[in-house]
């Protein structure tokens, strides 16, 4: 069986990233880049796939772990029958270089350790070569070379290289990983005890300018600190998530790679950073957005590479088993090439928040803006495949239109604050759009607003009307939707499901846990409701579910009570982060 996924804790440098188990395990490295081939794979595969271990060699009797306060440095706690031990785990924002820091610390007593580094390029496939250096060793396949740099003697054996030490109290041992690509040198060692301090000091500089200060200060630094190492810095772009082909559904095909920048996360995101203070990071994401979306709108991504790049061809990797045997893996996502209605919606409400926080106007803004909407003066009236993204035949969902309203809205407002030229014929079209949407997107035997015109399914990302501005929190037709909601897309412990699955819709098979942002969505609307205790009670029972270092994936499952699909996921860090400031309002 493989390691829970909440077992994980993410490290990175805002280039890279990394997941470190609680047995002291690094299962999976991006190196040099999210979307990068050059990583370990053993969440999608097995062990032999890639893996870097340090740990005791005598049984565990307790395992501590956390975050050095406002940083993504992790120190865990190891205590044996020999004493104990503590692992820092790091990686260093502001090196060139992508450097893994692994530094151990003796506590109390003589404890025996190991170490096993099983270096695995191209998710698994390719062993690379591996020689002797004066301080470790190197790994070469292709265009990639990594160095391990440590004070400790290593071997080889069966393709796999390892130590073993003892480590005393107060004695501190180093392991340096470095990627560089193979046609250059090896760059300079570092002083670990430098980067270390530099690399806490990075850290609480940034914290320190969240401007959060409510009831939930720890968990909402704990969530920004998470979206900021999710962040590409060199291009300002966001990915959802670190990992691919983390499960929905234990043993299940929906499997997919979100390595990727989905410009839907534009609106909720920049909201959460702009909130928080960071209006830096908010530039940089709308500047990423604007180079990505270049071109004619009709070829408009509904999610990019972290550099902007616009084809990222699937691809299942059939030599991985998957996580916990949950096949296909995946990398690259089709969905890319879907026609989604909504993102037009995401990218003029991201356009407009960014101008209402101050950020100075874009030379290309109006002009990318003109052009969408021209775009949709007719495109609002095709099908799509909607904000799942399913794998079935598109339809007219009621969020896809609804977040054309959103986009024309914008536009409106826009036009009122003297920020784009007027144009009557959208608003005209505005209350065109909004009408259709009241009048085929309800229904009444329901009392509930349904998943696309004409159909009997729920769907959560109804929810997001109040949120959006379409309809008043208080509005009849909202309040039967959240009942109708509450009653079958709810569980019995209070988590929401994105949509009554049916293969004949999605095109996958039935079954996934329950989607975090749908539950925080929910908690949003009590909020607006006036139901302020029922959101306090939902966001805190949301609380509960994070891991011992407060993350979160995409799903969560109920009955199992584990977390389910790719890890960390920033949609439900979003989630957090607005829910707080909309619960401390």
Request: proline share 5%; with cysteine; charged share 25%.
């Amino acid at each position: 069986m493989s390691v829970p996924i909440e077992d994980y804790a993410l490290i990175g440098d805002c280039k890279t990233a990394a997941l470190v188990s609680k047995q002291g395990s690094i299962d999976w490295l991006c190196l040099p880049h999210f979307d990068s081939a050059a990583c370990f794979a053993s969440l999608v595969g097995t062990p032999e796939n890639g893996h870097w271990t340090i740990a005791p060699v005598a049984p565990i009797r307790s395992v501590r772990r956390r975050y050095r306060e406002l940083t993504l440095i992790l120190e865990t706690e190891f205590e044996t029958e020999q004493g104990t031990v503590l692992v820092i785990d790091f990686m260093t924002p502001s090196d060139e270089s992508p450097d893994l820091v692994r530094l151990v610390v003796g506590k109390s007593g003589c404890v025996q350790m190991k170490m096993e580094l099983v270096i695995r390029f191209d998710y698994g496939s390719v062993i690379p070569w591996v020689e002797s250096t004066d301080h470790g060793i190197s790994a070469i396949a292709g265009p990639d070379m990594v160095s391990l740099r440590t004070e400790v003697p290593l071997r080889g054996e069966n393709l796999h290289t390892l130590a073993d030490f003892t480590v005393s109290p107060g004695q501190q041992i180093s392991f340096d990983l470095t990627w560089f690509p193979s046609n250059r040198h090896e760059p300079s060692p570092l002083d670990i005890k430098q980067v270390l301090t530099a690399t806490e000091h990075w850290w609480n500089e940034w914290s320190s300018r969240c401007k959060y200060q409510g009831e939930w200060h720890d968990a909402v630094i704990r969530s920004l600190i998470t979206l900021k190492a999710l962040t590409f810095e060199p291009t300002g772009a966001i990915v959802a998530a670190p990992t691919t082909s983390l499960p929905e559904r234990i043993g299940g095909v929906r499997n997919w790679d979100y390595r990727y920048c989905w410009v839907r996360d534009a609106t909720l995101t920049l909201d959460a950073l702009l909130n928080a203070g960071y209006v830096e990071e908010a530039k940089s994401w709308r500047d990423w957005l604007m180079r990505a979306v270049a071109g004619h709108p009709s070829e408009l991504n509904i999610a990019y590479g972290i550099r902007g790049e616009r084809r990222l061809t699937e691809l299942e990797l059939p030599w991985l088993v998957g996580y916990d045997g949950s096949a296909p893996v995946r990398i690259g996502n089709a969905a890319y090439s879907q026609f989604q209605l909504d993102i037009f919606g995401e990218v003029a409400d991201t356009l407009f928040h960014c101008r209402q926080a101050g950020l100075g106007p874009m030379k290309r803004r109006e002009g990318v803006m003109g052009s969408l909407l021209k775009f949709l003066e007719t495109a609002w009236e095709k099908p799509d495949e909607g904000i799942w993204e399913v794998r079935g035949p598109r339809r007219h969902f009621t969020h896809s239109k609804m977040m054309a309203w959103v986009a024309l809205d914008r536009a409106v407002k826009a036009m009122g604050q003297g920020w784009m030229p007027y144009n009557e014929a959208w608003g005209t079209l505005r209350d065109r759009v909004h009408a259709q949407v009241c009048a085929s997107g309800f229904d009444s035997d329901l009392n509930s607003f349904v998943q696309f015109y004409g159909s009997k399914h729920l769907d959560a990302s109804i929810l997001m009307m109040p949120l959006v501005g379409f309809l008043p929190a208080k509005d009849p037709r909202i309040v039967g939707t959240i009942a109708a909601i509450e009653k079958h897309l709810m569980s019995s412990d209070g988590f929401v499901a994105r949509y009554t699955t049916d293969p004949d819709v999605d095109g996958l098979p039935h079954g996934e846990g329950a989607f975090l942002p749908c539950t925080f969505w929910l908690a949003d609307n009590y909020v607006l409701q006036g139901r302020r205790e029922d959101g306090v009670r939902m966001f805190e029972r949301l609380l509960k579910i994070r891991n011992d270092v407060g993350l979160l994936a995409e799903e969560y499952d109920p009955v199992e009570k584990r977390l389910l699909g790719n890890f960390p996921q920033a949609f439900s860090h979003v989630g957090l982060v607005n829910t707080a400031f909309g619960l401390s309002r």
